[in-house]
């Protein structure tokens, strides 16, 4: 259950969206529901099918609701760094990631904010205690699973699901993890912004959730992020 002192800090939930229109009201609309008071910005790049311009829409009546757009599509983590830098401007405690397809339920944002009172990074892992992922097929399954046994034996990191992008930082993880320097553009951020903050030392933990693969619009998965990702292991093993 949603504890409203939790809400004493400023939270921003940043959502990065690339033609999710199918998703992006309801999404919205959940997450008000389940963490009411935080913040959220959509960081947008250029969807051609308008989902930064229902989420303009929608922020005209919602002052707690902010769209940053972008360009072009530069790939996932060059719309979380520019979200991340955004919050960073601005007085915000904790900063959640999330993506706007339902397949992180926001049901679960209140535990990981929660978690956080106590944890620099709390990750929603699909693989702390077991397996919860709903709706793969069995190769998709076997490939991330099989990414988090990769990571960890060549990186070292004490993480289950290293791959993971349902995320609440501290905002000091972020400010001093120098994400100018974070060179993953694909589903890689996920595991190199992991990986730095663990050699800071800060503390991480884990706490289990369930994965639904989204019901609506279409993933973003493609052999080069899947490549980009198997180098970047190989980077941070030397790295450490």
Same mark, same amino acid.
Request: aromatic share 8%.
């Given at each position: ?22 998703? !992006? ?13 935080? =913040? ?53 405690? +904790? ?93 890689? +951020?996920? !595991?190199?912004?992991? =990986? ?45």
């Amino acid at each position: 259950m949603f504890e409203p002192t939790l809400m004493n800090n400023k939270v921003l939930v940043v959502v990065p969206t690339y033609n999710e229109k199918e998703n !992006i009201e309801s999404f919205i609309s959940a997450v008000h529901q389940h963490l009411p008071g935080a =913040h959220l910005l959509i960081v947008d790049d250029n969807s051609p099918d308008g989902t930064g311009l229902i989420a303009d829409r929608l922020a005209v009546e919602d002052l707690t609701l902010h769209v940053l757009h972008r360009e072009q599509k530069e790939g996932l983590g060059k719309a979380y760094v520019a979200g991340f830098q955004w919050a960073l401007q601005r007085d915000y405690d +904790f900063i959640i990631q999330t993506d706007a397809d339902f397949s992180h339920d926001p049901k679960d944002l209140p535990r990981l904010l929660e978690a956080a009172q106590t944890t620099d990074l709390v990750i929603g892992s699909r693989y702390k205690g077991g397996c919860r992922v709903l709706n793969w097929p069995l190769p998709r399954l076997m490939l991330s699973y099989g990414a988090g046994i990769y990571v960890r034996l060549l990186t070292r990191l004490p993480v289950m699901d290293p791959t993971g992008g349902f995320k609440c930082f501290n905002r000091k993880v972020l400010a001093e993890i120098e994400l100018e320097h974070i060179a993953a553009e694909g589903y890689g +951020f996920q !595991i190199e912004v992991t =990986h730095t903050a663990w050699r800071k030392g800060f503390t991480i933990k884990e706490i289990p959730i369930i994965f639904a693969d989204r019901v609506a619009g279409t993933s973003k998965m493609s052999l080069a992020i899947a490549k980009e990702a198997v180098l970047l292991v190989l980077r941070l093993a030397f790295r450490r």
